[in-house]
C-alpha cells in the first residue's frame, strides 16, 4: 500500500515541479535568487523535518504521520497553484517538504518493521521501483 501512495505522490510532484521554476520567475515575477532561496528553505526543511520524525517515529505510532505527512503535501500543492506572489508560493513549497519531512523516516520504519529479513530489501525495492515509477508518469 505504502509503494502506491508513493507512486501517486511522485506522479502529483513531478507534474509540479518542473514547471515550479518557471511559475516562479516568469509568472510571478521572482528573480532567480528567490527561487534559491525558495528550493534552500524547501530542501533544507525536509531534511530537519526527516530527523524529527525519524525519532518521534520511534517512540510513537508511526502510521499517523504517514498518512498525516502525504496529506499535508497533497494540500501543499493546490497552495502552490493558487499562489499569487513569490511569498505564498514559497509557503506551499514548505508546506509541501514538511509533509514529505514527516512522512519520509516513519515510512521507512514501518517498511522495515513489516518485511522479514530475507524480503527487506524486495520491499524497499518495490516502494522505490513505484515511487520512481510515479515520478516517471508524472513527467
Avoid: N
Wanted: glycine content about 12%; hydrophobic content about 45%.
Amino acid at each position: 500500500m505504502l509503494a502506491w501512495v508513493s507512486f501517486c505522490a511522485g506522479a502529483a510532484s513531478e507534474m509540479l515541479y518542473p514547471v515550479f521554476p518557471t511559475f516562479v520567475t516568469q509568472t510571478l515575477g521572482a528573480p532567480a535568487s528567490v527561487l534559491g532561496l525558495i528550493e534552500g528553505v524547501a530542501e533544507g526543511t525536509a531534511s530537519i523535518g526527516k530527523a524529527i520524525s525519524g525519532r518521534l517515529a520511534d517512540r510513537f505510532r508511526r502510521r499517523p504521520m504517514i498518512a498525516g505527512g502525504y496529506a499535508i503535501s497533497a494540500i501543499a500543492k493546490p497552495l502552490i497553484g493558487l499562489a499569487h506572489s513569490w511569498p505564498l508560493a514559497l509557503v506551499g513549497r514548505f508546506v509541501d517538504r514538511v509533509g514529505k519531512g514527516t512522512r519520509d523516516a516513519p515510512r521507512d520504519a514501518v517498511l522495515a518493521a513489516d518485511t522479514s529479513r530475507e524480503t527487506r530489501g524486495r520491499g524497499f525495492g518495490f516502494q522505490r521501483a513505484l515511487d520512481t515509477a510515479g515520478a516517471v508518469v508524472g513527467r
